[in-house]
């Protein structure tokens, strides 16, 4: 069997997937977090397929933007959480209805 | 042999992605992650880039995996070892994401151009390749990259420093 | 001169002294200087207005001075300028001499008031004088429309002129409301017109509206439109003029508008406003010669007028209300007249009525400044003490109903003859039956006419003083002489009839439509049947007269006509329109304030109230918890991606 393009994505898709689910079942923030990091390495892992299938080197490059974006967002994110236990001592998500309209 | 490599690696993903969010101990989700990432790593030296590769296993099976380790241990401290991690929302989540996921998949074996391409063979000097599109072509995204680094940096010190004397 | 030249001094005269007396007060305030302007003013306008006049009479061409007025898109809607020709120039003279006249008659009438409202009266004066010139030059009928409309603000100010008392502001407002309401007809009208000769371009024509409205394009224009649409252009005039001309049963105004002073009644009211409809349908005849079931109707609502105002002048007490009603008759008359087809005896009547009519307002102006009365039970044998103002009251009495050789025979007995005419055919035209009705209801309204003047004449100047009468004295030159120039024209006047009908026969002839529309030809001094009759009938009213005041005779007819008397005072014409009023309009009017307040306003209500529920409901959205919101956005997400796919899995 020649896995080609299309096994790829596929993959990287029910990734994705797996991430979503994982953000929308969690309750605490830290759980939402590592379902995010799960939805970015698929992506990454889109970027490169296609890279592989494609003239240039583009897509390594933006793979490898997209994995330092996603290093950013995990510190903020994580600087984030440590407050929000600071000021709760709980990191469930529910606690955190401030912003109530 | 690319196919063995290409089942495991993939099976093995599939598989630590569903510990990631299936699993009751928060630790354990983020243990499940760095398999899941390892995996990744695997599967990119099949698609032929290594530099990548490495920089997945040394960025994020390093980094960020120790971050959270770091992030749920600090805040662990008064409430357990166990965060509940129970979920209310399972069967219309899952739907959900079921649901896209077939989007997803019919969007892509549909897609006929997709099927047809070939691999490309540029492989060696990809690192070397890398370094200059960076420094060329992508040479403003590098830039304002650095630039978003830095703001990151400053922001989490901000935000997470111990105010009270 | 230039009849340029003469016709804006003419015009503009009374408006430079009109618009410096309006703006610097102080001079305003001097109170005689103030009046010594405006009748110098007048003097100029009457100056040039003999002058245009003896040209005309020369034979001098017709002279259209055009100047572009409103512009729109590089054409021109309408335009302003003087048009002298046969018509305007003896308006412009009767204007001018009888506003000279009441001027100079008001010197010495309103002494009595206080610096500030003489300059103020006088500036009002010239300002009307101003309006009425603008109006008879009017080369087409816009600049017509504006200066009547001015005219009828100048008859309110004037009207009102004694503002602090309130029956004097109820009558002014009267007069105003109930004349603008009818010009809604002449406004009508000209968008009427516009758009009837709009639609029907033809050469060489053009369609801009100034020619529209130019009077001496008819000819070409008006003989081709279907009689239904002009029918109803010449309709809506005539309302106009049923207003600004005191028809019944827009008539009601004019007897209040005698609250203001008299020698303001004499000029608006008697010779030159009012006549100011009269006027419009001269100028804008082809049109109604184009609608003849308009002219018989206007023929019979003349008629009407003529005989029911002299009915109601029978009764009155009051000198100056017997002369307002004799004014609505004889405009009755010339209404009567003009839709019988006589372009010259509505035309003639309204110049010789001008004089008259001024006279006895004058003259009556006189007694009463004497007796300080309007009433004529507090006069009485003034003849003995007031001969000049006695005589040239009789002699106006005399003109007025149609005595011969005076000048209200010659006219008078012009309109009754083509009444006549019209109804009985001559070897010209067939005849219509339906003038009969006019024709007697004018002749019967000339015996009137003599009766109620004889009366008059007996009860003020003849018989007992009363108490306030045995003071009175004549009065200085400034109120006499005008009644002199007045009283010559009333006598002479008819006899210049001749030339008259010259300086007609001019401009309507080179507009390429005689006059033959109307029946009868014009014969100095002849004595027809119907003017024996006329003449009969005038006689025997003021021997009727004689006999029932001097003489104390025919008692039982005075009793008999008590319970007429009665009904007429009971003022049922004004009691009708004040229940219409109440009935229609002002519950018209609450209908639309209802649909206001509760549809419009209850929408606008409804609009913001459903705003802000819509918030509050929508509120809840925002739970705060950002699972929801996450959850929110990943169900974004997949709409949107789901979404695409169905679009591209259609396509492709």
């Known amino acids: ?101 | ?165 | 001169m230039s009849p340029l030249v003469l016709a804006s001094t003419a015009v503009f005269a009374p408006l430079a002294v009109a618009l410096t007396l309006m703006i610097v007060r102080p001079l305003r305030h001097t109170g005689v200087p103030a009046a010594a302007l405006a009748v110098i003013g007048a003097l100029a306008s009457l100056g040039s207005s003999i002058a245009l006049l003896a040209q005309q009479l020369r034979g001098a061409p017709t002279e259209i001075y055009q100047w572009d007025w409103l512009q729109t898109g590089g054409t021109t809607i309408a335009t302003v300028g003087f048009q002298i020709d046969g018509i305007s120039a003896p308006m412009l003279f009767v204007v001018s001499l009888v506003a000279t006249c009441v001027q100079v008659f008001s010197l010495e009438y309103m002494n009595d008031e206080d610096n500030a409202g003489y300059g103020r009266y006088f500036t009002w004066h010239a300002l009307f004088l101003f309006s009425m010139q603008a109006l008879v030059v009017a080369p087409n009928l816009l600049q017509l429309f504006a200066a009547w409309e001015l005219v009828g603000l100048c008859s309110y100010l004037l009207i009102g002129f004694y503002y602090t008392k309130p029956s004097a502001a109820r009558a002014s407002l009267k007069a105003f409301w109930m004349t603008k309401l009818a010009d809604m007809g002449l406004l009508l009208g000209l968008i009427f017109q516009y758009v009837m000769v709009h639609g029907k371009v033809a050469a060489p024509f053009g369609w801009d509206a100034s020619v529209v409205y130019t009077l001496n394009a008819y000819p070409a224009s008006i003989m081709g439109y279907p009689i239904a649409a002009a029918s109803l252009v010449a309709a809506l005039y005539f309302i106009a003029v049923m207003g600004k001309s005191a028809q019944f049963p827009l008539h009601i105004w004019l007897p209040d508008a005698m609250e203001g002073p008299t020698p303001v009644s004499a000029l608006l009211h008697a010779a030159t406003m009012v006549a100011a409809g009269v006027y419009l349908i001269v100028r804008a005849y082809p049109i109604f010669l184009a609608a003849p079931d308009v002219m018989v109707a206007m023929s019979w609502i003349g008629g009407f007028t003529a005989l029911f105002a002299a009915c109601v002048a029978i009764i009155q007490t009051d000198i100056k209300k017997v002369l307002a009603y004799s004014t609505v008759s004889q405009l009755g008359y010339m209404v009567a007249a003009l839709g019988a087809g006589s372009l010259m005896g509505g035309y003639f009547h309204l110049t010789t009525h001008a004089f008259f009519k001024a006279l006895l307002f004058l003259s009556a102006g006189s007694v009463i400044h004497a007796v300080h009365s309007n009433e004529m039970s507090d006069m009485g044998g003034l003849f003995r003490k007031m001969k000049l103002t006695g005589t040239v009251f009789i002699l106006g009495s005399l003109a007025l109903s149609g005595l011969p050789f005076l000048s209200g025979f010659y006219s008078k007995d012009l309109i009754l003859e083509s009444l006549y005419h019209a109804a009985a055919g001559s070897h010209e035209h067939a005849g219509n039956a339906a003038y009969y009705f006019p024709f007697l209801a004018c002749t019967l309204a000339a015996g009137l006419t003599a009766y109620y003047m004889g009366r008059v004449i007996l009860l003020t100047f003849f018989g007992e003083p009363s108490e306030k009468a045995s003071h009175a004295h004549e009065h200085g030159p400034a109120m006499s002489a005008p009644l002199v120039v007045l009283a010559t024209l009333a006598v002479a006047a008819g006899w210049g009839g001749g030339s008259f009908y010259e300086l007609f026969s001019g401009p309507m002839a080179t507009s390429g439509h005689a006059i033959s529309n109307f029946p009868y030809e014009f014969h100095l001094a002849e004595f027809t049947a119907v003017g024996v009759v006329a003449s009969a009938l005038a006689i025997s009213g003021l021997g009727v007269a004689y006999v029932m005041h001097a003489q104390d005779g025919l008692k039982g007819l005075r009793t008999a006509l008590v319970p007429v008397g009665d009904f007429i005072r009971a003022g049922r014409v004004d009691r009708t329109f004040l229940f219409l009023y109440k009935s229609v309009m002002t519950t018209a009017s609450d209908g639309l304030a209802w649909f206001d307040r509760y549809v419009i306003d209850g929408f606008m209500n409804a609009l913001g109230a459903g705003m802000l529920v819509a918030g509050d409901r929508s509120r809840r959205a925002q739970t705060g918890n950002v699972s929801d919101y996450v959850t929110v956005v990943l169900a974004s997400v997949m709409i949107l991606a789901l979404w695409s796919q169905v679009h591209a899995g259609g396509a492709g």
Not at chain 1, 23 to 44: D, F, I, P, T
Not at chain 2, 19 to 42: D, E
Not at chain 2, 68 to 86: A, I
């Open chain 2, 1 to 165: 042999m690319n196919a063995i490599a290409f089942i495991a690696l993939a099976a093995t993903q599939v598989f630590a992605g569903l510990g990631v969010v299936r699993a009751k101990n928060l630790v354990h989700s983020v243990f499940w992650l760095a398999a899941a990432l390892i995996a990744t790593a695997g599967l990119y030296l099949l698609l032929h880039a290594a530099f990548i590769a490495m920089v997945q296993l040394v960025l994020y099976t390093g980094g960020v995996i120790t971050l959270m380790l770091f992030g749920v241990m600090l805040t662990q401290r008064e409430s357990g070892t166990k965060v509940p991690n129970e979920a209310h929302r399972e069967v219309p989540a899952a739907l959900g994401a079921s649901l896209l996921a077939g989007t997803m998949l019919t969007a892509i074996w549909s897609t006929p151009d997709l099927a047809e391409r070939e691999a490309v063979a540029n492989v060696a000097t990809d690192s070397l390749l890398i370094g200059q599109g960076f420094l060329s072509e992508q040479l403003l995204a590098f830039e304002l990259l650095s630039v978003l680094l830095l703001a990151a940096m400053i922001g989490a010190i901000v935000l997470a420093r111990r105010t009270d004397p």
């Open chain 1, 1 to 101: 069997m020649i896995f080609g393009l299309q096994a790829y994505l596929s993959l990287a898709a029910i990734l994705f997937c797996t991430g979503v689910y994982g953000v929308l079942v969690h309750r605490n923030a830290v759980g939402v977090l590592v379902s995010v990091e799960l939805m970015a390495n698929a992506v990454n892992l889109n970027l490169v397929a296609f890279s592989r299938h494609a003239e240039g080197v583009g897509g390594q490059v933006f793979a490898l933007i997209a994995m330092a974006l996603t290093v950013v967002e995990v510190v903020v994110a994580l600087a984030i959480v440590v407050l929000l236990y600071r000021t709760t001592k709980d990191i469930a998500l529910d606690g955190a209805r401030e912003m109530k309209g």
